[in-house]
């Protein structure tokens, strides 16, 4: 079993950076795929990137492609996103996730219980 755990957000002006990170515990997060979600009250939840075991491969939605970055330290068994230029539309809860079913894109089977960030106009 993961237990995951999200920080680092917040209020920020639009223009401004976060780094959200998402730490682990119960087991280490070098053998999972990772990802990034984020989910607005009422919409369904959206996929914002995700990074492979090493981080030899990311992905992001084209929304936030060239703003936000992910990273990761396993030896700490954390996630970060790097959220940089940011808009009101980003306004959401994110939750990160671990451990990508096999053959799914999005879907996950240990999920964090989300932190809220909030981007003024």
């Known amino acids: 079993q993961v237990q995951l755990v999200e920080s680092g957000g917040g209020l920020v002006q639009a223009g401004g950076s976060l780094r959200l990170s998402c730490a682990a515990s119960?087991?280490?997060?070098?053998?999972?795929?990772m990802g990034w979600f984020r989910q607005v009250p009422g919409k369904e939840r959206e996929f914002v990137g995700d990074?492979?075991?090493?981080?030899?491969?990311?992905r992001y939605a084209d929304s936030v492609k060239g703003r936000f970055a992910i990273s990761r330290d396993n030896a700490k068994s954390t996630v970060y996103l790097q959220m940089n230029s940011l808009k009101p539309e980003d306004t959401a809860v994110y939750y990160c996730?671990?451990?990508?079913?096999?053959?799914?894109?999005?879907?996950?089977?240990?999920w964090g219980q989300g932190t809220q960030v909030t981007v003024s106009s």
């Open positions: 990074i492979s075991r090493t981080g030899g491969v990311r």
């Open positions: 996730a671990a451990n990508r079913i096999p053959g799914s894109a999005y879907q996950y089977l240990y």
């Open positions: 119960g087991r280490t997060l070098s053998g999972y795929d």
